[in-house]
């Protein structure tokens, strides 16, 4: 029962009238010197792993800039080794299940906590968020004997478990902003359209929350997907072993090689899947921040 | 289409505010009723209990001749239009209006045709395919009525859904509105802070006070004949004017001078219980002034009096002359709410005495500051119980 608002289209207007166009100004040059220095500083890692995964023998000493004798041996060598790919399947299986199992659980108590009216619920959210503060070596040992008496040890079931209790948190306290942020009388609108609770939630709150959804998505499979030391202390064998743990279990062809090479491209192998689905959800992250994708 | 009877409806929250009570209400099968009243009168409660976003706590409400209070929203066949639209962002129009048909498993090419049809009765054929945020507030909220002509519902619930509108939209709007209703003789409850909405597109209108329902009745008789000081005072634009006066016998004496009582008026105030010497609340409306120099001097219970004028306002077709009388404002709490809600309460009174606003014919010649001879149309003064405020001169 608010009184009358400013209309949409008059508010644009007087923003955009209130506004006039900046006048361009070039970009000075060393403000490009400046961006460059910056990329060049953060991609030079990468780059340089990718430079020593191309490198086999004598080479890897060697502090050229580009490889002497840039050869692909590496890469073949790795996907011949089974246990590499053992573990790239077990850390797909792993976070994708971490990452559709948090989201939709995330997004089910994250409504719950913007909609419903109950007690407790900041301290409640509060609680849920201070786990993600908890360090992980401090429960890496007592789930280590945990795991071992009931039977989770060296299973993947036993890594998404604490996965989960990782991810959830952030996802939920993601979540919450922005199903807090979709007006109720949309999901009203709904419900007196004829919709059940749920469809009102499926088909009218997550299509709205969808770049909410998709930012925790990626952000839960990159964190289940780099995970190491739960993955280290938890699993003994190929059978649960994921890539990070894989590659650091890589051995040289004698006792006091370090196979750096080996370790290098497959370090480079598996960033690539997080390089996609960054880039296949940027826009749908930018958007989600910029455009106001629940405008009525 | 159905009607829809209140019956002893209450509705508390958990805090113990009671935001309706004791609502009795019978809205006819295809009526157009309005609930009216100042924010915070439980006029949208009312409506969101209908669509079954709010629950009852006592009482039964049916529509249809089926008591529905336990019935979810999806069960009541109701369509409701919200105050801010609530159309679905990330649908087309076309989807937006054929959403609940969708919901409803209706034959694609069956909801197509409707949604074409209501798309051309309100003019929105060429922006089917554009979202809800490429459309201007009017094109949104022709949608928001879309969406809820093509489920053919039983009633159409309305919450002001004019009010985000500029001005010159809204009266636009609000005569489709009544030839929409018209035009589909569905049952509609609308409702509006707006009196003058009220007003004018009613077949009757409720007005709200307190979670309570003050007077049921068509415009023209809200306006002629209110039960009370409130429904008097919300009711019309400018408002009823309140002085206080005492009655004497056949007469009541005011701050404009000693008004005879009419017959029938007394008659009225016999039945009320009225008829004794007691203060009263005068009220008058402002076109029942007019300036003596061109007043009919034939008509009848026309009472003369003298009094300067502080300001006019000129609106070409008529003036509003404002002036003050020597007298208290009257004390009355349906009056300070009223003065609350039109935002009044902390405005200092001009100068002494209780001001006054005439509705004179364009061709007065009042001027500020300059006193002027106007007469009192003294057949149609309401005289009101201080107490309480109910009007001791209804029909």
């Known amino acids: 029962m608010e009184a009358a608002s400013v209309p949409a289209a008059v508010t644009k207007e007087k923003v955009a009238k209130a506004r006039p166009k900046p006048p361009k100004v070039k970009t000075p040059w060393w403000m490009w010197l400046s961006v460059a220095a910056i990329v060049l500083f953060c991609l030079f890692p990468f780059y340089w792993l990718i430079n020593i995964s191309l490198k086999t023998g004598a080479d890897l000493s060697s502090a050229d800039i580009v490889p002497p004798n840039p050869t692909l041996d590496n890469y073949t060598s790795i996907f011949q080794n089974s246990s590499f790919t053992r573990a790239l399947s077990n850390s797909a299986i792993v976070s994708l299940t971490t990452t559709l199992i948090g989201v939709i659980v995330g997004s089910f108590a994250a409504y719950a906590l913007a909609r419903l009216k109950m007690r407790f619920k900041f301290p409640l959210l509060a609680l ?9 070596i401090a429960i890496a040992a007592p789930l280590f004997r945990l795991w071992s008496d009931i039977g989770l040890y060296n ?41 059940t609770h749920f469809q009102a939630f499926r088909k009218v709150v997550v299509p709205l929350a969808a770049p909410g959804l998709a930012t925790t998505a990626i952000l839960t499979f990159i964190a289940a997907w780099n995970e190491f030391l739960l993955a280290f202390t938890l699993t003994s064998s190929q059978n649960a072993r994921t890539v990070p743990v894989a590659i650091q279990q890589f051995s040289g062809s004698s006792q006091f090689e370090v196979p750096l090479g080996t370790q290098s491209a497959a370090s480079i192998v598996i960033s690539i899947p997080l390089i996609l689905l960054v880039l296949m959800f940027q826009k749908r992250i930018v958007a989600g921040l910029t455009a106001g994708a629940v405008k009525g | 289409m159905a009607e829809i009877t209140f019956n002893d409806v209450w509705k508390r929250y958990p805090d113990g505010f009671e935001a309706v009570k004791e609502m009795n209400l019978e809205v006819r099968d295809g009526e157009f009723m309005i609930l009216v009243g100042p924010s915070g009168c439980g006029k949208s409660t009312a409506l969101r209990m209908i669509a079954g976003l709010e629950d009852i706590s006592e009482g039964d409400l049916v529509i249809g001749g089926e008591r529905v209070n336990d019935l979810e929203p999806r069960d009541r066949d109701i369509a409701m239009v919200f105050q801010n639209y609530a159309l679905y962002p990330h649908m087309t129009v076309r989807q937006n209006m054929g959403f609940a048909l969708k919901l409803a498993k ?22 089917l395919d554009r979202k809800p945020a490429n459309l201007s507030g009017g094109q949104r ?18 919450d002001e859904p004019l009010s985000n509108l500029d001005a010159k939209l809204r009266v636009q709007m609000r005569t489709q509105v009544a030839r929409l209703q018209r035009q589909l003789g569905t049952t509609m409850v609308y409702v509006t802070h707006d009196q003058t909405e009220a007003m004018t597109l009613g077949d009757r209108v409720a007005v709200m006070r307190a979670g309570l329902i003050q007077q049921v009745d068509t415009p023209k008789r809200l306006y002629e004949d209110p039960a009370n000081l409130f429904v008097a005072g919300f009711i019309g634009s400018p408002s009823m004017n309140f002085v206080t006066g005492h009655l004497e016998g056949n007469a009541v004496k005011t701050p404009f001078g000693e008004v005879p009582l009419g017959d029938e008026t007394v008659k009225r105030l016999r039945a009320a219980g009225g008829h004794k010497s007691r203060d009263v ?21 026309r009472m003369k009096f003298k009094a300067k004028v ?51 014919d364009a061709a007065s010649r009042a001027t500020p500051d300059q006193p002027l001879e106007m007469v009192l149309d003294t057949s149609e003064i309401k005289l009101f119980d201080p107490e309480g405020g109910r009007s001791l001169t209804r029909a």
């Open chain 2, 106 to 127: 209706v034959d694609p090419a069956e909801i197509d045709r409707k949604v074409t049809e209501a798309s051309e009765m309100l003019e929105l054929n060429q922006h």
């Open chain 2, 310 to 360: 502080d300001i006019v306002e000129s609106m070409g077709s008529e003036l509003y002359a404002y002036f003050s009388v020597q007298s208290e404002g009257p004390e009355s709490e349906q009056l300070n709410e009223l003065a609350k809600d039109a935002g009044m309460e902390d405005l200092p009174s001009a100068g002494t005495g209780q001001q006054i606003v005439a509705r004179l």
């Open chain 2, 281 to 301: 609340i005068v009220g008058v409306r402002p076109e029942h002034f007019e300036d003596a120099a061109i007043a009919d001097p034939a008509l009848p219970h």
């Open chain 1, 155 to 195: 299973t993947l079931i036993g890594l998404v478990i604490p996965y989960l209790t990782f991810a959830l948190p952030l996802s939920i306290y993601i979540l919450v902003s922005f199903f807090k942020e979709i007006p109720k009388d949309l999901e009203e609108a709904a419900l007196v359209d004829g919709a």
């Open chain 2, 141 to 158: 909220q022709r949608v928001a009525m879309g969406r809820a002509i093509v489920r053919d519902p039983k009633c159409f619930l309305m």
């Open chain 1, 128 to 136: 849920v968020l201070s786990i993600t503060t908890f360090p992980q």
